[in-house]
């Protein structure tokens, strides 16, 4: 598998991790929970959510993925296209219903400008 398709998976991962943690604090339990005083039983009940369990453990393995990217390529190169997460945000949440403005839609393809220049360099 190349090198991109394995930074894609890596990005990919994260932004599932973005959603998955998206979902777990819009529920209905961890806003209650959020209401209340910090206190470590509050925090405990937050992280042990399902969707933010998945959202911390698809971090973890797009982490994992992204070592094999910076085994392989310089920093300089690889780092940048994590700018595409905001790209597959972006579209991810425009087909599940969040508003996308038209401020936002120029501030991705800036982003895409930016990330191609560095992946042709």
Avoid: N
Avoid at 1 to 25: D, E, H, P, R
Avoid at 92 to 120: N, Y
Wanted: aromatic letters at 12%; proline letters at 2%.
């Amino acid at each position: 598998m190349s090198t991109f398709a394995i930074a894609i998976i890596s990005i990919m991962l994260s932004v599932a991790a973005q959603f998955c943690l998206k979902t777990g604090l819009s529920s209905d339990e961890i806003k209650e929970i959020l209401t209340h005083p910090f206190t470590f039983h509050t925090l405990f009940k937050v992280l042990l959510d399902k969707y933010v369990l998945a959202g911390f453990f698809l971090y973890g393995l797009g982490a994992v993925v992204w070592l094999e990217v910076l085994s392989k390529w310089d920093v300089s190169k690889a780092y940048p296209l994590v700018g595409l997460g905001f790209v597959f945000t972006v579209i991810i949440g425009f087909l599940i219903g969040e508003e996308v403005t038209v401020s936002r839609a120029i501030g991705v393809i800036l982003i895409c400008a930016g990330v191609l220049m560095v992946g042709r360099s």
